[in-house]
């Protein structure tokens, strides 16, 4: 059963990466060993992540990574570089005992749902309640498509599926606070709305610097019921600000993300050599996209993991009782989520409760 973000941690899925190699046949031959290296650093740092968990004691599941040979043609849909299951954040949810997978706009994880049969069926074995999203009908989109840049995608071009990115979506107890504008479609947020019906949704309101669209998951943590951590004021979800707040904006760089849409749209995306020249040089090992810094797990109430090391920052947490831990994760700004998003948690030993 799991319930909050912030109960003593007991189960967690940790995403995984290709191999360098796996992906020589889709891509030119000059991007070859930049993204080679990338994914051989994202591959030690994810199972390091593992490591971790299982070290402590937490049982840890991870997805399949299926290889390809050729890209996969699904009648107009060209998926020219399947992605690794590395993020299953944004596209699943587990609440109590139910576990939901959505899909998103982006093309290249279409097939990311083969990835976590066996984690389907280990929760099926245990009578969870498990829901899949209709396969929508999607097609290839540009860079500048892509939803952090723009949300016509949603607004526009897919209004008529059901897309939901859960990465939308906090636990709390018997709410889920609910970035309602998305990213994700109307559609897509009704049914998983329909899905936890017996949990009550507060939409994040407008007011702060998520403006009720993006994933929720960065800027802000809890530590438990009363406490938020956060990098300002403007990060926390309005329904939280009545809370405990530990303000340690002093100790994580400001965020700037204009510099990384104009590098990001001016090439073919995230598989091009231009991208990738352009990530190594200029955005490699950068944490300031989103705030990565709060992109963290938190143990339990005394202990939280992050995705790279703030000396000053876990110092001052220390004074209050609160541990620090690190396992580096070298290249979360190419994959577009930090160490939160890089894992799901599944259970956590606290119950269902009014929180808010």
Not at 105 to 130: G, M, P, T, W
Not at 225 to 246: A, E, F, N, S, Y
Not at 310 to 331: A, D, S, W
């Amino acid at each position: 059963m799991i319930f909050t973000e912030y109960d003593k941690l007991q189960e967690i899925i940790v995403g995984d990466s290709y191999l360098p190699g796996d992906l020589d046949n889709f891509l030119p031959q000059p991007c070859l060993k930049k993204f080679n290296l990338i994914l051989e650093e994202t591959k030690q740092d994810l199972d390091a992540l593992a490591k971790f968990f299982i070290d402590s004691n937490i049982k840890v599941l991870r997805p399949t990574v299926l290889r390809y040979d050729t890209p996969v043609i699904i009648g107009d849909l060209k998926i020219s570089v399947p992605m690794c299951p590395i993020v299953p954040r944004d596209q699943y949810f587990v609440m109590d005992n139910t576990f939901s997978q959505t899909y998103t706009s982006y093309s290249d994880r279409y097939l990311d749902v083969l990835c976590y049969k066996q984690i389907f069926n280990y929760f099926a074995e245990q009578n969870y309640q498990i829901h899949c999203q209709p396969t929508p009908q999607l097609r290839n989109i540009t860079a500048e498509e892509s939803w952090f840049i723009s949300d016509k995608i949603y607004k526009d071009t897919y209004k008529e599926q059901l897309l939901w990115h859960t990465a939308t979506m906090y636990k709390l107890g018997d709410s889920i606070i609910v970035n309602s504008a998305g990213p994700g479609t109307q559609l897509g947020y009704e049914w998983i709305k329909k899905i936890y019906a017996s949990y009550k949704f507060i939409p994040n309101l407008p007011k702060n610097i998520f403006k009720n669209y993006g994933h929720i998951d960065h800027g802000f943590f809890m530590l438990d019921d009363d406490t938020v951590v956060h990098c300002g004021l403007k990060w926390v979800p309005t329904i939280l600000q009545d809370k405990k707040l530990i303000d340690i904006s002093q100790y994580v760089s400001e965020v700037y993300i204009d510099n990384y849409v104009k590098d990001y749209v001016s090439t073919d995306g995230k598989y091009s050599e231009l991208w990738l020249e352009k990530y190594l040089s200029n955005w490699r090992g950068y944490n300031q996209e989103v705030c990565f810094d709060l992109n963290v797990v938190v143990l339990d109430s005394k202990n939280v993991l992050f995705g790279r090391h703030i000396p000053e920052l876990f110092k001052y947490l220390k004074t209050l009782g609160i541990e620090c831990h690190m396992v580096n994760q070298r290249h979360q700004v190419y994959w577009e989520g930090g160490i939160h998003c890089f894992t799901l948690d599944t259970k956590r030993k606290g119950t269902k409760r009014q929180i808010v």
